[in-house]
């Protein structure tokens, strides 16, 4: 590749102060996941940030007070209310996100919403040591430079353009989901890689611009959505099959699943792309360069003068694939080793090896780890969790239901889009995959029954929308992950998740008069 | 008499192939060991189908079983079972609380009083046979002081008072559809349901109860069928008064009302000019000393 761009010659030596100025920019010390960033806010988010204060309260004191519906416990009318009042706060964010959590935890224990056991309890779960693991794990690809080594090969390959950066980040992720199901552990892989791309492009997390949350919202979206074009894409999948397979006793092949989902999803993403940067974060036309003199040339020089991959890169490069290892073969583990490596315990073990003196590259000091975003996550879960286990998200989706009358006569594509709808929007409440398979898939399967359709023409399509976890930084590990960087805010995440999410429901419906039909799913 | 019968003749038989199986031609030398070992299994045998002849018919069974428990809040409660199904040998009903005061069949000038009956710790009404029909629903009362304990000291965090209901299937015979409604006292509301069951099943993820209002009050379903002998249906939940907690809306509404008056520079930038502080530790953090960043605000707010 070298030989085709003459960096020495061509492009001459760099100059003092274009050397500063990448160095600067892509020294990620100084914008480290640990550190809170200041934002500045566009007149309506100042608004937005006013007004969400006392909204938020506003929304607490009508529904705590109102008289507790006939179908909801107190407790569960208790944590509806506290979960209004956080998704206010998180979404305008009169106080840090990470702060609403801790009221929402403080909320939910002293109105009794929910055990003050479970609620701190929540700290231990999976999701937030994986996330621990992850951050420390791409802290060595960050120190060692490796990160910024990937990044560089992407820019100067495919950075010609935002538009075809943007691209090539699509297809990485589509590229991913089929190897490694493990939403979390795709985010990780690729954060460092986005961190370096967008410090290039100029965006950080003290100043955010345009490029930065559309690359780390669309690979939000790409992260998700591709994992329903994969029936192993996601263990929520194999749950809704399992549903669809012993209620219905209809067999579902894993090209069965890929053939009918696979094209909606990559419309889905291409519109994405296409939309992003063009309609909903418009791009400045500084913005779709590199944010440096001499542009791509300079990076081409970067690239050069790194030279060829230190033994610390290697190692960094060792690790992280032995990490990544054990997730892609996580069905062999059982005939190799006699047990099962969790993605959190392959996560894990990868973290130990990167603290082992000789055989490590990280002190302790040197981890990047967010711990406002895990206490961030542990309230979003906890409102996820408390909203589940008192049935509160259960009897919100069937006031839902109840309100469409579904009978007998009536026309099965209003159903339909009732479903794909129900399905694709309920990810606002129910931050857990499998909760939401768990208590709608069966409830599908009976419905299309019940109708006298075949149960896969309302459960299949539906099972198709369950990763489609994008509207809200909690609503996925990955999404949490990403949140991290202060690249964006919650609103950029609900307005980008939200648009794609319906642009989702549009393409289901017409997949579901024509693909679908052709396919023999639906009628 | 008819156990009786039934021990008789399975001796008889027992002998038969005792007397054939030990005979001096067959086996001469079974030790005496070998062969009380045979007569205990022999008898545990006969024991087992002796007991197994009192069972009820398999075709006697209740086809629906319906208890509404209505609690009031000194503790006690008013149970009303309805009973449909075979009743031609008489029932015994569990009841599901401890103490059970009066049993009654129907209600005004036809109500019969039943007995009740302790048996190993548990109280049952005693139905006499014929009561119970197939063809109509039969309606039991029984008068319960122990619903729930209604003591201050049995008050837990938050005003709770925990409630159980329990219904084990001792009836001898099969229950087709059971439902249990427990309303709760008047002004108390159901805050949560901690434990049930039948559990939820991989094939019907939806939970066995509801929740619901009736007449005013709330009150908890639980439904399951095929209740088969030995098998339990039971409830836990956490009540408490219905009543909110006014000083929290007030505190709410001061906090809301401080936070617009306080935090009125965030949409006034002049007034934000008066948070300094916070552009300065911006400032430092930028690599030209914050001179490009404080431009952009401006840049921004003047937009």
């Known amino acids: 590749m070298h030989e085709t761009v003459p960096i020495a010659t061509a492009h001459g030596k760099m100059t003092e102060q274009e050397q500063r100025e990448l160095d600067q920019l892509l020294d990620l010390d100084r914008h480290k996941l640990s550190v809170v960033p200041k934002k500045k806010m566009t007149p309506s988010e100042r608004w937005m940030k006013y007004l969400g204060f006392p909204g938020g309260i506003l929304a607490f004191l009508l529904i705590y007070y109102m008289e507790t519906p006939a179908g909801l416990s107190g407790a569960g009318q208790s944590v509806m209310a506290i979960f209004a009042l956080a998704l206010i706060w998180w979404v305008t964010e009169p106080v840090a996100t990470f702060v609403t959590s801790l009221v929402l935890m403080i909320l939910l224990v002293c109105l009794d919403g929910w055990d003050q056991k479970n609620v701190l309890a929540v700290f231990g779960l999976d999701v937030i040591w994986l996330n621990i693991m992850a951050f420390i794990l791409s802290s060595i690809l960050v120190k060692t430079n490796l990160a910024k080594r990937i990044a560089l090969n992407l820019i100067v390959r495919f950075g010609s353009s935002a538009g075809s950066i943007l691209l090539a980040f699509v297809i990485l992720q589509l590229a991913l989901a089929p190897l490694i199901p493990a939403t979390a552990a795709r985010a990780v892989m690729t954060l460092p890689i986005m961190m370096v791309v967008a410090a290039i492009y100029g965006a950080t997390s003290d100043h955010p611009t345009n490029f930065g949350r559309n690359l780390f919202l669309q690979n939000l979206m790409g992260i998700n959505i591709f994992s329903s074009g994969f029936m192993t894409g996601s263990t929520a999948n194999l749950i809704a099959i399992m549903f669809i397979n012993t209620m219905a006793g209809e067999k579902i092949y894993y090209t069965d699943w890929m053939f009918a989902s696979l094209p909606v999803i990559l419309t889905t993403m291409l519109i994405s792309w296409f939309i992003g940067p063009r309609i909903l974060f418009p791009l400045k036309p500084e913005e779709t360069k590199p944010k440096i003199h001499g542009g791509i040339d300079t990076l081409w020089r970067q690239l050069d003068r790194m030279g060829p991959m230190t033994f610390s890169e290697k190692k960094a490069a060792v690790l992280f694939g032995l990490v990544v290892f054990l997730w892609v073969t996580d069905r062999f583990h059982m005939s190799w080793f006699g047990f099962e490596v969790d993605p959190v315990m392959a996560a894990m073990a990868g973290a130990v090896l990167c603290f082992i003196p000789k055989i490590g590259l990280l002190q302790w000091n040197e981890a990047d780890i967010p711990w406002h975003l895990m206490l961030f996550s542990t309230g979003a879960y906890a409102g996820g969790m408390a909203l589940d286990s008192t049935g509160a998200g259960r009897w919100a989706i069937q006031q839902i239901f109840g309100m469409f009358r579904i009978t007998r006569d009536i026309n099965f594509w209003y159903v339909y889009v009732g479903v794909i709808a129900i399905m694709i929007y309920s990810h606002l409440v129910f931050t857990s995959k499998t909760m939401r398979t768990m208590i709608l898939i069966p409830f599908f399967i009976l419905l299309a029954k019940q109708l006298g359709y075949k149960a896969t023409s309302l459960a299949l399509p539906a099972a198709f929308c369950i990763d489609w976890v994008i509207g809200l930084p909690i609503s996925a590990k990955p999404n949490v992950i990403l949140f991290g960087t202060g690249q964006y805010s919650v609103l950029d995440n609900l307005k980008y998740g939200l648009i794609v999410a319906t642009i989702g429901l549009v393409l289901f419906t017409v997949a579901g008069l024509t693909w679908f039909r052709f396919l023999g799913i639906t009628p | ?303």
Not at chain 2, 116 to 137: E, H, L, M, T, Y
Not at chain 2, 178 to 190: A, D, K, S
Not at chain 2, 223 to 231: E, I, Q, T, V
């Open chain 2, 1 to 303: 008499m008819k156990m009786k019968v039934t021990l008789i003749k399975i001796f008889e038989f027992n002998n038969m192939i005792i007397a054939g199986a030990f005979s001096p031609r067959r086996n001469a030398n079974l030790s005496q060991f070998s062969r009380t070992a045979a007569k205990i299994a022999i008898f545990v045998i006969a024991l087992t189908l002796s007991i197994a002849s009192f069972s009820p018919p398999a075709s006697a069974d209740f086809r629906a079983f319906s208890e509404r428990v209505e609690l009031s809040a000194d503790g006690g409660a008013v149970s009303k079972i309805s009973l449909v199904g075979d009743g031609a040998a008489g029932a015994m009903i569990p009841c599901s609380f401890q103490k059970a005061s009066s049993a009654s069949l129907g209600s005004g000038p036809s109500e019969t009083a039943l007995e009740i009956r302790n048996r190993g710790g548990a109280n049952f009404i005693i139905v006499p046979a014929g009561v119970v029909q197939a063809s109509a629903p039969v309606e039991l009362t029984c008068k319960v002081s122990d619903a729930f304990d209604s003591a201050e000291a049995s008050v837990t965090d938050f005003g709770n008072i925990t409630g159980k209901y329990s219904f084990v299937n001792s009836t001898g015979q099969k229950i087709g559809s059971f439902e249990v409604t427990v309303v709760m006292p008047e002004g108390f509301l159901v805050n949560a349901v901690d434990e049930y069951q039948p559990k939820l099943s991989k094939n019907d993820p939806n939970d066995p109860f509801t929740l619901s209002v009736i007449g005013g009050r709330r009150a908890i379903t639980l439904k399951c069928s095929n209740l088969k002998y030995g098998d339990r249906a039971s409830l836990k939940w956490r009540m408490k008064s219905g009543k909110r907690s006014w000083g929290l809306l007030l505190l709410f509404l001061i906090a809301a009302a401080w936070y617009l008056v306080v935090f009125r520079d965030i949409i006034n930038p002049r007034d934000h000019r008066e948070h300094g502080h916070e552009k300065d530790a911006r400032a430092k953090d930028l690599p030209d000393g914050g001179r490009s960043g404080a431009n952009d605000g401006a840049a921004a707010e003047k937009k």
